[in-house]
C-alpha cells in the first residue's frame, strides 16, 4: 500500500500534542452550536479514529474498507455500521451534518460535498507517529469528545513509552510489498521499524518517503530480515515479486509477514506492528 | 547458401554479445568479471543470487521469447503471403494474455503448474484458428488486418474486464503490463513454465520449412510435393500458438516483432521462407534483447514495457509497409 511521504524531522511528541489541543479547542469554539449528530466518515482512518471516538449514535456511516478484515483492525466493530464507497451521492442521502475526509479524499469528491451544503472537515492522514495524537485530537474535538481523545492520547503516549527499542544488536530488515516497494526514512513504517529494534536498509539505500528498492539491490544488501506485506485473495504480478526464488532465498535468513491493516493508518493501533516486528527480531536473533 | 550461412553466423554472434550485455546490465553495480565468475561458479553469495536468479532467467526469457515472436512472424507471413501477418497485430498476443489472466485470476494457474501457459495456448489458438477462417490465403490486406483489429479489441477489453473483477487490488494496474509485456523480475520458474510449450512450437515451425517453400510454387504443386495445405494450416496454427501463447503467459503481449524482423531480413536471404524462418528466429531474439537492455538503461527505476520500444520501432514501419501493399496494389 503507498503511503505519504512526510519529512523525516521529528518533533518531541508532548510538543505536538499542544499544537494539537490548541485546534481542538478552535474547534470546539466553531462548533458552539453542539457536537454533530449525523457523523459520516469517508477514509478507512478517519473510521477506526471515529469508531474510537463517537458517542454511541453520533456516527452514521463509514467506508466499506473499515468492515474488510484485511485492511482494517477495527472490521468487527465496522459491521455495525451501514457502509459506504466514498461516493457524493451516496454520503448526500445519509443527510450527515459532519462528513470527515482526508487530504487524500478525491478533490472532486470533496467539492461537490460542499456544494451540496455539507460541513466537510479535512484530517491529514499521519505519516508519522508524532502526528498522531495530533489527529486524535482533531477528530475528538470534531466529535465534541475532547475527554475521550484526551484519554486516548494518553494510552497512546503510555503504550509508545512501554516500547522502548530493546538493548542489542539490530537486525538489518527490508520491508518488501508488492512492486518492490518499501518505506524508507521519514515514512512511519521506518519509525516502527526503528521502535522495534530493527535497521531498515531502505535508508542504507537512501531511500526517503516510500520508493521501490529494485530486487537485485535487496539482495546484495543482504538484509537479515525480510518483512513482507500480506497477501490479497487473486492474483497479480505486482505480488509475484514476494515469491521470487531470490526472496525466498533471502527469506530462508529470516523474516515474515506483517497485515496491511495493524499499520496503514495511524492510530494507537500501530503500536501492535511494533510489538509483531519486535517479535519477529527476537526470532531472528535467537535464530543467529 | 554460403550468404545465408554468414548472415546467420552473424545473427548469432550479435545474439551472444547481447546476451552479455543483458547479463551484466542492472541497477546493482556488479562489475563485469566478478558478476561472471559468480554466475557460473555459483558460490552461494549475494552476487551468485543477483545473477543465478534475477539476470540469468531474464536473458533466457528474452532470447526465446524474441525468437519464438520472430519464427511465428515469418511463418506466418510465408504461409498467408502477406508481409502485414504478425502475431502481435493480428491479436494472437492479445487472445493468448487473455487466456493466461483468465487462468490466473480463477486460480487454475496455482492449481496446476502448466496451466498458465496451457491456457495462454488456448487463448492464442482460438486467435489464429479465427484469423484464418476470416482471412485465409486467399483474403486480402485488408480483410486480414481488420479481423486483426477486431479480435485484438475483444481479447483487449475482456483482458481489462477481468483484471477488473479480480479482488486483487493490484490486478487493474496490471492491464499495461498484459498489453505491452515486460520482463521485469521474472524467474527460472518462469523459463521452464514457459519452455516446454515454446520447444514444441519452435519444432512444429521449423518443420514447415520445406512445405513453405514448395507454397511459393502455388497450392498445387506444393501439394504434389506432398505438402497439403490443411496440414500446413494445422501445423502453423499449433506451431504459433505454442510459442507465442508460452512467451505471452509469462512476458505479457510484446508486439511487432514478427513484423519488424522478417521485414529486415527478407532481403537479405533471398525469397526463401525456409531460409526467413531460421534468420528472423535469430533476428528476434536478438532485438528482443536489446530492446529488454534498452528499458534498463532509459528508465531504470520504472518497469518501462517492452511493448512500448517495440512499438516504436515497429508502428512506423507498419505504416510504410501499409503504403507500399496499397501501392502496389495487393489490397
Request: proline share 6%; with cysteine; glycine share 10%.
Amino acid at each position: 500500500m503507498p503511503r505519504p511521504a512526510g519529512p523525516s524531522t521529528l518533533a518531541s511528541p508532548r510538543a505536538s500534542d499542544l499544537a494539537a489541543l490548541t485546534v481542538a479547542l478552535l474547534g470546539a469554539t466553531a462548533a458552539a452550536a453542539g457536537p454533530p449528530q449525523r457523523v459520516v466518515s469517508l477514509n478507512l482512518c478517519t473510521d477506526q479514529l471515529a469508531m474510537m471516538l463517537a458517542a454511541p449514535g453520533q456516527l452514521v456511516s463509514v467506508t466499506h474498507l473499515a468492515a474488510d478484515p484485511m485492511m482494517s483492525v477495527m472490521a468487527d466493530q465496522a459491521t455495525g455500521f451501514p457502509l459506504n464507497h466514498g461516493r457524493a451521492e451516496e454520503i448526500h442521502a445519509l443527510t450527515p451534518d459532519l462528513v470527515l475526509a482526508t487530504n487524500w479524499t478525491p478533490r472532486h469528491t470533496f467539492s461537490l460535498l460542499e456544494r451540496l451544503g455539507l460541513r466537510v472537515e479535512q484530517m491529514p492522514l499521519a505519516t508519522r507517529l508524532d502526528q498522531i495524537p495530533g489527529n486524535i485530537a482533531h477528530i475528538g474535538a470534531l466529535l465534541g469528545r475532547e475527554a475521550q481523545a484526551q484519554a486516548l492520547v494518553e494510552d497512546f503516549h503510555a503504550g509508545l513509552a512501554a516500547l522502548a527499542p530493546p538493548p542489542g544488536a539490530r537486525p538489518r530488515a527490508v520491508l518488501h510489498n508488492a512492486n518492490n516497494y518499501t518505506s524508507g526514512a521519514g515514512t512511519m513504517a521506518a519509525e516502527l521499524l526503528a521502535l522495534a529494534g530493527l535497521a531498515n536498509i531502505a535508508e542504507e539505500a537512501g531511500i526517503i518517503g516510500g520508493g521501490n528498492l529494485a530486487m537485485e539491490q535487496i539482495v546484495m544488501l543482504a538484509p537479515d530480515l525480510v518483512i513482507q506485506a500480506q497477501r490479497y485473495p487473486g492474483a497479480s504480478r505486482a505480488e509475484a515479486v514476494m515469491d521470487h526464488p531470490a526472496m525466498l532465498a533471502l527469506r530462508d535468513r529470516g523474516g515474515g509477514a506483517l497485515a496491511d491493516a495493524e499499520w496503514v493508518c495511524g492510530t494507537p493501533h500501530v503500536l501492535r506492528a511494533v510489538a509483531r516486528l519486535a517479535a519477529l527480531r527476537d526470532a531472528a536473533e535467537g535464530g543467529e | 547458401m554460403m550468404r545465408l550461412a554468414l548472415l546467420l553466423t552473424l545473427l548469432a554472434a550479435l545474439n551472444a554479445a547481447l546476451f552479455l550485455t543483458s547479463l551484466l546490465t542492472g541497477p546493482a553495480g556488479l562489475s563485469p568479471a566478478p558478476a561472471l565468475a559468480a554466475l557460473i561458479r555459483g558460490e552461494g553469495t549475494a552476487e551468485t543470487l543477483v545473477m543465478r536468479e534475477i539476470r540469468l532467467p531474464r536473458a533466457l526469457l528474452a532470447a526465446m521469447i524474441g525468437a519464438s515472436l520472430g519464427l511465428a512472424g515469418a511463418a506466418m507471413q510465408g504461409y498467408l503471403r502477406n508481409p502485414l501477418a504478425e502475431p502481435g497485430l493480428l491479436g494472437v498476443s492479445g487472445s493468448a494474455a487473455l487466456g493466461a489472466v483468465i487462468a490466473l485470476q480463477t486460480g487454475l494457474a496455482a492449481a496446476f503448474t502448466l496451466a498458465l501457459p496451457l491456457a495462454a495456448l488456448i487463448g492464442a489458438v482460438v486467435a489464429v484458428a479465427l484469423i484464418l477462417a476470416l482471412a485465409g490465403r486467399h483474403g486480402g490486406s485488408i480483410t486480414l488486418i481488420l479481423a486483426g483489429i477486431a479480435v485484438s479489441a475483444m481479447a483487449g477489453a475482456l483482458t481489462a474486464l477481468v483484471l477488473n473483477l479480480s479482488p486483487n487490488p493490484f490486478a487493474a494496474a496490471e492491464i499495461v503490463f498484459w498489453m505491452m509485456g515486460s520482463l521485469a523480475d521474472r524467474s527460472m520458474t518462469h523459463v521452464w513454465l514457459a519452455l516446454p510449450l515454446m520447444a514444441l512450437g519452435w519444432a512444429l515451425l521449423a518443420s514447415l520449412a520445406r512445405g513453405l517453400d514448395a507454397l511459393t510454387l502455388g497450392e498445387d504443386v506444393a501439394a504434389s510435393l506432398g505438402h497439403a495445405l490443411p496440414r500446413l494450416r494445422l501445423t502453423l496454427v499449433a506451431g504459433t500458438a505454442c510459442v507465442v501463447g508460452a512467451g505471452t503467459a509469462v512476458a505479457g503481449a510484446i508486439g511487432f516483432i514478427g513484423l519488424v524482423v522478417p521485414h529486415i531480413l527478407r532481403p537479405l536471404v533471398g525469397a526463401r521462407p525456409s531460409h526467413l524462418l531460421a534468420a528472423s528466429a535469430l533476428g528476434g531474439a536478438a532485438l528482443l534483447l536489446a530492446a529488454d537492455i534498452a528499458v534498463r538503461l532509459i528508465l531504470p527505476e520504472r518497469d518501462l514495457k517492452l511493448g512500448v520500444l517495440t512499438a516504436l520501432v515497429g508502428a512506423p514501419l507498419f505504416l510504410h509497409l501499409i503504403y507500399r501493399t496499397r501501392r502496389e496494389g495487393l489490397t
